[in-house]
């Protein structure tokens, strides 16, 4: 299952992109304080004149600003990016869910190098080999069960009630035949 695009759950993806950006941004903030504070309170800033001390400001706000600006656009992509190989699979997974639900047994999946959740991956690839298993097996248990029932009926076919109750089972049989698809 090859996926193209970065943003796969966009409600998902961009909400930790965006609590990842704010993290970075009240850190910036936090460091910016810092850095004022150290720069009123070291020693040998006395010294400047207000003209010289607005300089410095200013040229502190304008650089902090780029390195934030530089920040911002460098984990955002990288969160996309990490996010992406987390939330792929989780999005495999769902996909998985919805084809066992409508019977779909008839899976086989594998997740891209690189992504994150192999291990669960592999144990939903275990589940699901396990149920297919199973249900293989009561089907052909079935199909036995319906040849004896088709004797019995050829043996008792002049007792009416007898072959009303087989056919009846036999037909609960097909129902449960179709509920998955090997």
Known sequence: M???????KPEVQLKYVFLTIIFVLVTAVLMY???????KLGSGMENLTSGEWRALMGLLHQRFVWVVVI?????GLISILLFHRLIGPIYVFEKIIRMLRDGDL?????????DELKDLAEEIQGLVNYLRSGVQADQQLLTEIQRELENILKENSSNQSLTARIEAIQQKIKNCNKLFRL
């Open 2 to 8: 090859k996926r193209w695009h970065f943003i796969i």
């Open 33 to 39: 304080l810092a850095m004022f504070s150290a720069l």
């Open 71 to 75: 920040l911002f656009v460098s984990i």
């Open 106 to 114: 008839n899976i086989q999946f594998k997740l891209r190098h690189g």
